[in-house]
């Protein structure tokens, strides 16, 4: 919420300590929306379903996936500032490698605990809207 308040208003460049214009050339607003469409994709989720691993007893496998996924993110990061990328390419490297490795995760999770697959068994679409508006006060 504080991130949308701070592209809204234009003060982003504040919070980093740069001027407007080095922050609007940067593309720092755009990168901050790419990540944040990323994380409200995949951040929570990709978060549960890790977490499913442990109670069924593939806590190792978890780690794991948590080294991975981490390594992964840094890697894009350096790779990409090391190929000349700018910080909206980061960005968008960063959430396409964020996406893959999640994707890898699912996939794993569908083969390795079934019985958790399909995720999207629903009662209704009410529970749904319900669960996403009390989540998004805590995220």
């Not at 919070?15 to 050339?25: E, K, R």
């Not at 390594?71 to 350096?78: A, C, E, G, H």
Request: aromatic share 14%; hydrophobic share 55%.
């Amino acid at each position: 919420m504080i991130a949308i308040i701070l592209i809204i208003t234009n003060k982003l460049n504040v919070l980093f300590g740069i001027n407007v214009i080095t922050a609007q050339s940067a593309n720092i607003n755009e990168g901050l929306i790419i990540l944040l469409i990323a994380w409200l994709m995949f951040g929570s989720y990709g978060g549960i379903l890790h977490r499913l691993m442990i109670p069924v007893g593939l806590m190792y496998q978890s780690q794991w996936w948590g080294i991975i996924y981490s390594t992964s993110q840094f890697l894009s990061i350096i790779i990409t500032v090391l190929s000349g990328g700018s910080i909206l390419d980061v960005c968008i490297v960063y959430s396409l490698v964020q996406a893959f490795v999640y994707a890898l995760t699912f996939i794993y999770i569908k083969n390795k605990i079934p019985v958790f697959y399909p995720w999207w068994r629903l009662k209704s679409w009410k529970t749904v809207s319900n669960n996403f508006r009390k989540s998004i006060v805590l995220t």
